[in-house]
DNA sequence: ATAGTAGCCTGGCGGC
DNA sequence: TGCCGCCAGGCTACTA
């Protein structure tokens, strides 16, 4: 499940492999994924143009280009999306979404299985103005203490239910919210109001320290997502709670448990992460 | 401001 | 063995 770990795992591989390259073709197998413009529009604007950087806001990645009038495309993984370069002949997979056909004989393929990734296109100014972009918060790497507090004290909702919420905080999915939870020792039902700064401190602190973890082994791989390369991540093997209801908490030996939070199943130890 | 839910989509799973 | 129905998951749109 692409979260901020695996997309800035993807930023950082695809990087090398297509930053300066030039656009001779694109194609949508399925244009209902694309906001902001058309394929057709797409197809017609694209080829000519070179890529000029990869940059990640959350979970999106950021991609500019060269020619004019200026143009962007941002790529949302959502949950089985992975951007995938490969030789240009070779076979697609059956669930390539999308593809960039590059002039060094390479193509970047958009592969998406479920069909939730999205494609933002556009001028830059207008394509940073849609709802979903717009919004982000800070992003969940480089948030500093002070701004995470401020960001989530004193409001009345789950902090589950903040930490998901791409407006808070940009970046984080069921698997860092689970994660850091649990490090932190927070309920994820807590209200965060109820939560003090110090408790937030250490949250703040799990956060980081979780997200380092998965760069360091790669991301999470669950099913689909593989780096640009095809290489899977390694950090499911260090999950402590995500996936892991029915196993002992690594801390307290308690049985973890699973329930729904913010409509997202969740696993917690009951012991650790008590709601006071 | 916050919570809840339906819908999107399909591979994989459990049940039979 | 094969078929069927259900579910997960991030996000949007909607209601309460
Ligand atoms: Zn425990």
């Known amino acids: 499940m692409p979260e901020l770990p695996e997309v800035e795992l993807t930023r950082r591989k695809l990087l090398p492999l297509i930053s300066g390259e030039r656009i001779t073709a694109f194609h949508s197998a399925w244009p209902r994924n694309i906001i902001g413009a058309s394929r057709i529009a797409m197809a017609r604007e694209l ?29 949302h993984l959502c949950m089985s999306g992975r951007l995938a370069v490969e030789p240009a002949g070779s076979v697609r997979s059956p669930w390539a979404r999308a593809w960039w056909t590059l002039g060094n004989g390479t193509e970047l393929r958009f592969i998406d299985p479920r069909k ?41 909702a789950g902090i589950k239910a903040l930490l998901l ?57 669950l099913r689909d997502w593989a780096g640009p390369d095809g290489a899977r991540g390694g950090f499911r093997e260090h999950h402590r709670v995500y996936g892991r209801a029915g196993s002992h908490c690594p801390r307290c030996r308690c049985v973890l448990k699973r329930m729904i939070v913010a409509g997202r199943g969740t696993t917690a130890c009951s012991r650790c992460q008590r709601n006071r």
Request: no cysteine.
């Open 165 to 221: 919420r791409q407006d808070t905080i940009a970046g984080i999915g069921n698997i860092l919210a689970d994660e850091s939870l649990w490090r932190a020792r927070i309920h994820p039902r807590a209200i965060a109001a109820s939560l003090s700064a110090k408790t937030l401190g250490r949250l703040h602190r799990a956060l980081l320290a979780t997200i380092a973890a998965s760069l360091r082994a790669g991301g999470s791989s």
């Open 47 to 75: 080829p000519g143009r070179a890529i000029r950087s990869v940059e990640r806001r959350g979970k999106v990645l950021l991609v500019d280009l060269s020619g004019a009038p200026a143009r962007q495309f941002a790529v």
């Open 116 to 156: 939730f990734g999205r494609i933002w296109y556009g001028d830059p100014a207008r394509l940073l103005a849609h709802a979903y972009l717009s919004s982000l918060g800070p992003d969940a790497r480089t948030i500093g203490r002070e701004a995470f507090i401020r960001r989530v004290a004193g409001r009345r």
